[in-house]
């Protein structure tokens, strides 16, 4: 049995949670002897591969295990049934999350000032925070000429296996001194502080033994182009050799190109071509027949090449596509959990004849080892290999390479900017958004929900099987139906509630949800990021620029365990006034000394709810917070 038959059959279980303990129960025997085939490159099982060779206990039953998490976790994400909801700050300045840390700086004033930079790790039985002053980590950076009193940014970029990446910037006339501080937490000390000559659309990628940085910094022909630098962890120095990718363009990373580390290659996409700069009208006689990505492979090292893919295995869209609403591009790189395959992720909304659909399509990259398509600065010079230039661009084939989404006969579709947090969970075949709506007690403030739409287990339809139907009103309300039988939203309404009684636990719990979700009414944007079961965003207002804003995390991971979550099956809190945005008790962290520069303590007491566990009848009690010890999975 394939993990694809296993959402049929555990949706079976939807309608008794007994039903679906025993089909997981079942579904997990019968892919014991699979595991390591099945999903060998997904985070669970990465996870087992981590472990000592030497540790006999890492066996079978770690692998049952990851499995479990694995089915658990992709349920959970197209059902929209988030495990764990929290509000990791108030106070955060800047964040980022990446590889199951939340790694954030928080500004105070009163009653002293205090800026710090925190990392919540989300490994191990039960999550845990480290805390670093920021100005003894600048000072042991040892950057020259610092000034305290001056004005200064400093923001957290990246965090691999231990290792916080930040860029620390400080104006002072008649220029602005820039760094890149590479922080390890293991060790607790500074692996190198690197001078910056621009810190433009910076990015930080690494593993335990490499890491690279790179800015569009390079002028090359009056046009700016990426340089890419690289540093020996293990040595602690920098390698010797620059990269400067001539013919790699696009500045916007995560909407026209992206970066990423996959085992021993650094990977870059781009969904722009040099030929393409240049803005000209869709179907306009100078526009191209024909757009192509462009992707290389730069492998760890001191290595001096680097591949380049040629055009004819690049093919990305026709001129019969439509044209392309550019707001609603991602591009990203993924590696298929089964096979390790590193493929291209992108979703774009194209315009057809008369309507719109939102889709994503999947580019998978073969880097063939005959081809010696490589150069020494990222400028290949039209080194291409013949045969691969003779075959003519191929379209991607519909199956599987494609999940249309969204279109115009889909009741619950949001617009652009109701739509603040937009992304595609490649694992689970889902579109996760964060979407605005409003409230009629407060029509003015947005209320934030999660939104997905997964992909239907039928074969997926072709472009033609698409068009808009020409009959009227009973074609297009069937169409409605169907589109939005694969839409979920979370939290549901009262509705949707007394359809679904499995989530009759919830419904005294809306409101809180509701606070947690939405800590500000209102906002102008919001920074966000996510990975496999992680989402991470936090809505900020533009004026005052580095105002303290709330962090909020949506995990779907069944692993994770938070001390001090409220459970469902407590008791609600009651609330204050009844409004949205509104929280019960400030969140605050112990510090540690003043003398230490990191202290690593338990998460203490939170703003949260822990939807994952429901005891039986007889086990529900009335207490509001719950210390239990972590879930068994």
Not at 35 to 48: I, V
Request: aromatic share 10%; proline share 7%; with cysteine.
């Amino acid at each position: 049995m394939s993990l694809a038959a296993s959402g049929v059959l555990l949706h079976l279980g939807l309608s008794s949670r007994h039903l679906s303990s025993l089909l997981q129960s079942v579904y997990t025997s019968m892919l014991t002897e699979e595991n390591p085939k099945n999903a060998r490159f997904s985070p669970e099982y990465r996870q087992c591969h981590r472990k000592d060779p030497k540790d006999q206990t890492a066996g079978t039953e770690d692998y049952d295990r990851a499995l479990r998490i694995l089915v658990k976790r992709r349920r959970a994400v197209q059902m929209a049934r988030p495990f764990q909801l929290l509000e990791v700050s108030r106070e955060a300045v800047h964040f980022t999350y990446a590889n199951g840390a939340v790694c954030y700086t928080t500004k105070q004033t009163s009653p002293a000032h205090q800026h710090r930079l925190r990392i919540l790790s989300l490994k191990g039985p039960s999550a845990k925070e480290v805390s670093t002053d920021i100005i003894q980590l600048i000072e042991a950076s040892a950057i020259p000429d610092f000034e305290e009193s001056r004005p200064y940014q400093f923001k957290p970029l990246y965090h691999a296996h231990g290792i916080v990446s930040c860029l620390y910037e400080q104006r002072k006339p008649p220029a602005t001194g820039r760094w890149l501080i590479i922080y390890s937490m293991k060790d607790d000390k500074i692996l190198s502080s690197h001078p910056l000559r621009s810190s433009s659309n910076i990015f930080v990628r690494n593993n335990d033994r490499y890491l690279y940085y790179g800015t569009m910094s390079e002028l090359v022909e009056g046009q700016r182009r990426w340089l890419i630098c690289g540093f020996n962890l293990a040595e602690s120095k920098w390698l010797p050799r620059r990269f400067i990718l001539r013919d790699l363009v696009g500045s916007d990373i995560g909407s026209a190109i992206c970066f990423e580390l996959f085992d021993d290659h650094l990977y870059g996409v781009s969904s722009q071509e040099v030929a393409e700069l240049d803005d000209v009208e869709w179907g306009s006689p100078g526009s191209p027949l024909n757009s192509f990505y462009y992707a290389f492979q730069l492998p760890l090292g001191d290595d001096p090449t680097i591949r380049v893919l040629p055009r004819s295995a690049l093919w990305r869209r026709g001129a019969t596509d439509g044209p392309i609403d550019d707001r609603w591009n991602q591009l990203q790189l993924a590696q298929d959990e089964k096979t390790g395959q590193v493929s291209i992720f992108e979703t774009r909304k194209e315009w057809l004849t008369s309507w719109s659909r939102r889709s994503c399509y999947r580019k998978q990259l073969f880097w063939p080892s005959f081809c010696e398509n490589a150069c020494t600065d990222g400028h290949p010079e039209d080194k291409h290999c013949n045969g691969w230039n003779a075959v003519p661009p191929k379209e991607m084939d519909v199956g599987n390479s494609v999940h249309y989404g969204d279109n115009g006969f889909c009741a619950s579709t949001f617009d652009f900017r109701n739509s603040p947090v937009r992304s595609y969970n490649s694992s689970c075949q889902a579109f996760v958004d964060i979407v605005s709506t409003t409230t009629a007690s407060s029509p003015a403030a947005k209320r934030l929900r999660l939104r997905v739409r997964s992909r239907p287990h039928e074969p997926c339809p072709t472009l033609e099987s698409c068009e808009p139907p020409s009959s009227p009103n009973g074609v297009a309300d069937a169409a409605k139906d169907l589109e939005d039988q694969h839409v979920r939203l979370w939290p549901v309404e009262q509705v949707q509630q007394d359809e679904h009684r499995s989530w009759s636990a919830e419904l005294p719990w809306n409101q809180y949800v509701d606070e947690l979700l939405n800590p500000k009414a209102y906002f102008d944007e919001i920074d966000s990021a996510m990975d496999e079961s992680i989402i991470v965003y936090s809505p900020k207002t533009i004026y005052p620029p580095d105002e303290p804003r709330s962090i909020i995390l949506v995990s779907f991971d069944p692993s994770l365990h938070f001390e001090g979550l409220r459970h469902v099956s407590s008791t609600p809190p009651s609330s204050t006034d009844g409004q949205l945005n509104k929280g019960d008790t400030p969140l605050s962290f112990p510090e540690g000394g003043q003398e230490s520069t990191k202290s690593w303590q338990e998460m203490p007491r939170i703003r949260g709810l822990d939807l994952s566990r429901f005891p039986k009848r007889s086990e529900r009690t009335t207490h509001a917070t719950s210390a239990s010890s972590p879930k068994s999975i």
